[in-house]
T-cell receptor, first 115, second 114 residues
Framework: AQSVAQPEDQVNVAEGNPLTVKCTYS??????LFWYVQYPNRGLQFLLKYITGDNLVKGSYGFEAEFNKSQTSFHLKKPSALVSDSALYFCAVRVLSGNTGKLIFGQGTTLQVKP | KAGVTQTPRYLIKTRGQQVTLSCSPI?????VSWYQQTPGQGLQFLFEYFSETQRNKGNFPGRFSGRQFSNSRSEMNVSTLELGDSALYLC?????????????FGSGTQLSVL
């Protein structure tokens, strides 16, 4: 079955330090990978996606993600965390069905950035 | 451009009742997907509608159903509610021609079943 896994329920980091939120995937064929963020009492917002090309993908709010095919990982990173980055982060993979697809999400990782 | 609108924002129901949730997608978006979010299970895909037809379906019992209207607005219905149906139900729409690569989510309907 095609899936994504986020091994950490919560990540704690001090403001100004680099952050990493981990994601691994299991798909057949070439993966289409995504990161979404959910702020309190809000729906999810798209951060970035990897379809093909450079392994380092840049997205919104200074976030980037590194695709690693050999490790089947797609970790989310940011060089310097902000308190306002505190939120719930979801990794997702697109599963094809006919000529369309659906996104399958991981369990989510809560990022807590402390001042 | 208005975002994805979900109504109502909160719902409280009792076991055995049924509930209908509504979603208005972004103008021009014809694909609408529904997800159930719970703390223990994360985000689970319910179904997707496109041009009034169900195009994808997740692994939920038949108590969960949906439909889409000609103006792309969508409703989902849950019959015979169970305590475990308490969750945040999220609707998302997708621009045409993107095969659901990028979803725009509403703020959700928080359903509590007592």
């Amino acid at each position: 079955a095609q899936s994504v896994a986020q091994p950490e329920d919560q990540v704690n980091v001090a403001e100004g330090n680099p952050l990493t939120v981990k994601c691994t995937y299991s798909v057949s064929g070439n993966p289409y990978l995504f990161w979404y963020v959910q702020y309190p009492n809000r729906g999810l917002q798209f951060l970035l996606k990897y379809i093909t090309g450079d392994n380092l993908v840049k997205g919104s709010y200074g976030f980037e993600a590194e695709f690693n095919k050999s490790q089947t990982s797609f970790h989310l990173k940011k060089p310097s965390a902000l308190v306002s980055d505190s939120a719930l982060y979801f990794c997702a993979v697109r599963v094809l069905s006919g000529n369309t697809g659906k996104l399958i999400f991981g369990q989510g990782t809560t990022l807590q950035v402390k001042p | 451009k208005a975002g994805v609108t979900q109504t109502p924002r909160y719902l409280i129901k009792t076991r055995g009742q049924q509930v209908t949730l509504s979603c208005s997608p972004i103008s021009g978006h014809r694909s609408v997907s529904w997800y159930q979010q719970t703390p223990g299970q994360g985000l689970q895909f319910l179904f997707e509608y496109f041009s009034e037809t169900q195009r994808n379906k997740g692994n939920f019992p038949g108590r969960f159903s949906g439909r889409q209207f000609s103006n792309s607005r969508s409703e989902m219905n849950v019959s015979t509610l169970e305590l475990g149906d308490s969750a945040l139900y999220l609707c998302a729409s997708s621009p045409p021609g993107t095969a659901n690569e990028k979803l725009f989510f509403g703020s959700g309907t928080q359903l509590s079943v007592l």
